[in-house]
């Protein structure tokens, strides 16, 4: 059974940093894209960041400079740095697999990311 197990969120003000993590297990982890998906109340689910096998890396361009994705292959571990949060970074952070950067074949219960003063 696959499970893919997110930690990290919180809340957060303005300006400051979150580092996400997500573990996996049940899967080969090195054969599998990894990233996050987030979702806004009222607002459609939105790819945040993929990186490949190989490690090559897809940012939206709302979190491009701001946002840094990498994995630990020995780890079976992803994680999502998050430097200057804004409040329309508010959201959950979801932590998706697949066998292509779309991220489409497992994914994760969610955390959630708060940023407010």
């Known amino acids: 059974q696959v499970q893919l197990v997110e930690s990290g969120g919180g809340l957060v003000q303005p300006g400051g940093s979150l580092r996400l993590s997500c573990t996996a297990s049940g899967l080969i982890f090195s054969f599998y894209a990894m990233g996050w998906y987030r979702q806004a109340p009222g607002k459609q689910r939105e790819l945040v960041a993929a990186i490949s096998r190989g490690g090559n890396t897809n940012y939206a361009g709302s979190v491009k400079g701001r946002f840094t994705i990498s994995r630990d292959n020995a780890k079976n571990t992803a994680y999502l740095q998050m430097n200057s949060l804004k409040p329309e970074d508010t959201a959950v952070y979801y932590c998706?697999?697949?066998?292509?950067?779309?991220?489409?074949?497992?994914g994760g219960q969610g955390t959630q990311v708060t940023v407010s003063s």
């Open positions: 998706n697999a697949g066998t292509t950067m779309r991220l489409l074949d497992y």
